[in-house]
């Protein structure tokens, strides 16, 4: 059974740092794409990052990068996301996902791709 498990959420002011936790359980970190999304009320899901653990790939946002990074260890099966500098407009539900590698042509941010999500975790930043 695969289940993803965000963590580490919260209401953090503007310049701040957070992290967020993603435990992954059920799927190879091998074989997956690990991903970030996040959206807010009457908007699209917006990719945010993604990782090709064993590849060494990552994929951000133009929103985001530069001040985000996405890592993952297989070890604990744990996928994280270290936002730093964090704006307003950060403020959002995020959710980590999973996809299998073979539903990825070129680009990781397709949310249709990925398969499992979990359940959403709110992040939001004050003026």
């Known amino acids: 059974q695969v289940q993803l498990v965000e963590s580490g959420g919260g209401l953090v002011q503007v310049a701040d740092s957070l992290r967020l936790s993603c435990v992954v359980s059920g799927v190879s970190f091998s074989t997956y794409v690990l991903g970030w999304f996040r959206q807010v009320p009457e908007k699209e899901r917006e990719f945010v990052a993604a990782?090709?653990?064993?590849?060494?790939?990552?994929d951000y946002s133009d929103s985001v990068k530069g001040r985000f990074a996405i890592s993952a260890d297989n070890a604990k099966n744990t996928l994280y996301l270290q936002m730093n500098s964090l704006k307003p407009e950060d403020t959002a539900v995020y959710y980590c996902?999973?996809?299998?590698?073979?539903?990825?042509?070129?680009?990781?941010?397709?949310?249709?791709?990925?398969?499992?999500w979990g359940q959403g975790i709110q992040v939001t930043v004050s003026s």
């Open positions: 996902a999973a996809g299998p590698l073979d539903h990825f042509y070129r680009d990781y941010d397709e949310g249709n791709e990925y398969d499992y």
């Open positions: 990782i090709r653990w064993n590849a060494d790939i990552k």
